[in-house]
């Protein structure tokens, strides 16, 4: 079981100094049957982004210096103290009790202290979450691109060009982890079905990829020397082309590889055969109905993407009776469909998955029902913690008090801290949480409404509870009324009767 207790930074150019905490004192120890989820919200550009950041970056430097991996200059510029559970015990990863020379190194962060159960340990004794996933479908995540030992990015950016993104690398991910994990993770393929199921689709998913340059490879005599010929000759063999193919330098790789090389020419020879007469070749799998095939495969669908033989993959779905590719849906009902697999199809037991921002674009009903997915779907790692960060009310009305928390980050005298403590939103109505935690009230919100009354009943009876009456009239008046609003009379004259 893996949960995050606390993050303290000290010094972090966007987030400053803070201390927050993300699990329950007394849910520390509970093994839920749901994941444990920490929502954290705040108004824009307070730094919920770089706050998944920094988690994902700390614990992705712990993993490194366990694997034994050398850092000239450490991957966080300021200074942190992490605390963690992994089964019965406790861990915390930090730099700020290291001692550190005097000098430039001092600027380097790179000292750390680790402590299990508060006594100091060595790195080799420091347990670690199984993975650290992070995910998002927004065009401005803060998380590192480059997958590195346990750290898994599951965003719309391209891993190799971060300032690029689009649908077609979002599809790409989503096809290479669904083909990845149907014959290796035990019951995938389930909770592949409930997930469309949730969004109303068929259990269908089809995978397509279109042969490039059909005359040219598609031979029935094709053979690995003929497949050097035609990538060492390209001149000659494409005069309609000004440049090389882009995938010459993955395919002077391949040829290293004698085996799969003749894997991939045996491939196209019986393609050749297959589409004697067709002039546009399709290779189309269904991932639900015959896995098996696309498994057998799929080293050789690998090689020929890598080398530019094969169109980027689409995806297809199916709703009643018509079926449509990805890039045809709604873009809330392809980012959920694409972050919800991308998280699948790399969760083990006891990992910690980081999402930013996932009603992007989302319907509120399925904001409504995010968290009740996740749980569903995920239920087999109720070992986990997902901490989520949103703008949305919606995603808070179904929190667990035993298996959640919120954290509303707001910002006191240059400071980030946690506005709410001890609060459960499970149950609450949508006017409640807008209220309550979004601080933002409208005429007809029956909260704020309740608040009134309850002042108004107060002054009336001539209660002597001023904490109270000052905490609500404080509250109350943090919201903008209207000049002429009757409520400001009430106010003013709750603020008499408590100096009176």
């Known amino acids: 079981m893996f949960r995050l207790l606390s993050l303290s930074i000290l010094h972090h150019r966007v987030l400053g100094s803070f201390n927050l905490a993300f699990c329950k004192e007394e849910n520390q120890e509970r093994y839920p049957n749901d994941i444990y989820t920490s ?69 380097n962060y790179i000292h750390t202290v680790c402590k299990r159960n508060g006594e100091k340990v060595g790195i080799e004794q420091m347990e670690i979450p199984a993975r650290i996933i992070a995910s ?58 409930e997930l469309l ?84 070749v399709v290779l189309n799998y269904s991932l639900l109905e015959d896995p098996y095939r696309i498994t057998e495969d799929r080293d050789v669908i690998e090689a020929l993407s890598a080398i530019d033989l094969l169109s980027f993959p689409s995806l297809k779905v199916y709703k009643g009776d018509t079926n449509f590719e990805f890039n045809e849906s709604s873009s809330g009902e392809t980012h959920l469909l694409c972050q919800l697999i991308g ?29 009740e997915w996740l749980k569903s ?44 403590e001890d609060v459960s939103t499970f149950n609450w109505s949508v006017d409640d949480i807008l209220y309550r935690v979004f601080g933002v009230s409208n005429t007809r919100n029956h909260a704020f409404e309740s608040d009134i009354m309850t002042l108004y009943t107060m002054m009336s009876e001539g209660s002597d509870d001023f904490l109270t009456i000052r905490r609500l009239t404080n509250w109350l008046s943090s919201f903008e009324l209207p000049e002429n609003d009757p409520l400001k009379e009430i106010l003013n004259q709750a603020r008499r009767y408590v100096e009176a």
């Open 343 to 371: 998280i699948m199809s790399d969760i083990e037991h006891g990992s910690i998955v980081l999402i930013d921002e996932p009603e992007n674009s989302s319907h509120p009903n399925w904001q409504i029902n995010y968290i």
């Open 377 to 420: 779907i995920f239920k087999h790692y109720s070992d986990s913690h997902f901490v989520i960060t949103t703008h949305s009310h919606f995603i808070l009305s179904d929190l667990s008090p035993e298996s959640s928390d919120v954290i509303a980050l707001e910002r006191k005298n240059g400071m980030i801290k946690d506005g709410l």
């Open 39 to 107: 929502v954290v919200i705040g108004v824009n550009g307070i730094g919920k982004s770089y706050l998944l950041r920094a988690i994902a970056d700390i614990l992705s430097f712990l993993d490194g210096l366990r694997e034994g991996r050398k850092y000239s200059k450490s991957p966080v510029d300021y200074k942190f103290s992490i605390k963690y559970r992994i089964g019965i015990a406790n861990y915390e990863f930090t730099n700020i009790d290291a001692l550190e020379p005097a000098g430039r190194a001092r600027r």
């Open 197 to 280: 199921a949730h969004m109303g689709l068929q259990p269908r998913l089809e995978v397509n990829y279109t042969v490039h340059y059909r005359d040219v490879f598609l031979n029935p005599n094709m053979t690995s020397e003929h497949l050097c010929y035609l990538f060492d000759n390209q001149e000659k063999c494409f005069e309609n082309r000004n440049s090389l193919l882009w995938g010459t330098k993955n395919f002077n790789k391949l040829r290293e590889d004698a085996a799969r090389l003749e894997r991939v020419a045996s491939f196209l020879r019986n393609l050749a055969v297959k589409n004697e007469n067709v002039k546009k």
């Open 136 to 193: 998002t479908m927004t065009v401005t995540d803060k998380f590192t691109t480059v997958n590195s030992g346990r750290y898994i990015y599951k965003g719309i950016r391209n891993e190799n060009s971060p300032g690029t993104t689009g649908t077609r690398t979002m599809i790409r991910k989503t096809v290479s982890g669904l083909l990845h994990s149907l014959d290796v993770k035990e019951g995938f393929r389930q909770e592949l079905v």
